[in-house]
């Protein structure tokens, strides 16, 4: 048990560490009858919360199952390691497509709660220096567990082949730029202005790679996703994001990646960029909310909120 641990208001009673990451039950400081779950970094960076109201029982449960669903998860990851194939010679299989719209986002940093839904590996960004033809590239982790020998063989197969006469587009500046021209759909608006945006596909992941082959700037981000966690959480999301009113009711949906439109009870206006999370977790600013937590707090502070309507939005660059 930890002792005088608290977060958003809650003490946590309960803790059970799986790994680099730890698993906790809080209790609600002033409702004793209120309860929450988290996954936690640190001790400090605690995300994904699941509430849970008059059920303790349930909310302990809740605690033994996420532990134990990641104990599951990183003995596979043993297990595929050990059996791994010896690392394949010559080009990987690979497919090379535009991005859709709705993967461009995911070639931007997403929050702890989005690398997790969408087994986010980590990502690689890089320029081709002042001349135009160098290589200067950076690795970040995401979910580091995930960055297993098989995939870091596989991805350097991937990074050379986009490099090599076949493909061109890390060749050097001007070889991007004259690939992306090639595909003018890939061209989408980015924090930077024009950007081109292209998918790699290979058995298990996806790479989804934005491009800008203007001096002065980064030029590509590669971010690199477990295909089939990236893939079922963009089908979830298409639902879109649910809204309700402290009674349950719907009251709309917006896009993933769309604004609502927060009017304080003084008649301060913000808009807010929503991301979907689950069916009953979003992401609303840089706050993860359950739709009915967020309906009681809007009703709390006197607030209102609503959709914002608009023919694109412009996504939010957290990297630069």
Request: a negative charge; charged letters at 25%.
């Amino acid at each position: 048990m930890d002792n005088f641990r608290t977060n958003a208001g809650f003490v946590i009673t309960l803790s059970i560490p799986v790994g680099s990451t730890e698993f906790v039950l809080g209790v609600n400081m002033n409702n004793p009858n209120s309860f929450v779950t988290w996954e936690c970094k640190d001790k400090t960076d605690y995300f994904w919360g699941h509430y849970y109201t008059d059920s303790l029982l349930k909310a302990t449960k809740d605690l033994c199952q996420r532990a134990m669903d990641k104990i599951l998860y990183l003995e596979q990851i043993e297990m595929e390691n050990a059996n791994k194939t010896p690392e394949r010679k010559g080009n990987v299989d690979m497919e090379i497509r535009v991005m859709e719209q709705e993967e461009q986002k995911y070639t931007y940093r997403q929050s702890m709660q989005l690398q997790g839904q969408t087994g986010s590996i980590g990502y690689l960004r890089g320029d081709f220096g002042s001349q135009g033809n160098e290589f200067h590239a950076t690795w970040n982790d995401n979910m580091g567990q995930l960055k297993t020998e098989e995939f870091k063989a596989e991805f350097d197969q991937v990074i050379n082949a986009l490099r090599s006469e076949e493909y061109g587009i890390f060749t050097s500046r001007s070889g991007m730029s004259a690939y992306a021209g090639k595909f003018p759909d890939s061209a989408f608006l980015g924090n930077g202005g024009t950007e081109y945006g292209f998918r790699v596909d290979t058995e298990k992941n996806a790479y989804l790679i934005r491009c800008n082959p203007s001096k002065g700037d980064y030029d590509f981000y590669c971010f690199c996703y477990v295909s089939q966690w990236l893939d079922s959480h963009m089908e979830k999301a298409r639902q879109g994001i649910r809204f309700i009113d402290p009674d349950y009711n719907e009251l709309f949906r917006v896009p993933d990646g769309g604004k609502i439109l927060i009017t304080s009870g003084w008649g301060e206006k913000n808009e807010r960029v929503c991301r979907f999370i689950d069916e009953c977790h979003s992401e609303i600013g840089s706050n993860l909310y359950h739709i009915c937590e967020f309906a009681e707090r809007m009703q709390q502070n006197g607030a209102t909120y609503e959709s914002v309507q608009a023919e694109s939005q412009k996504i939010k660059n957290k990297e630069r």
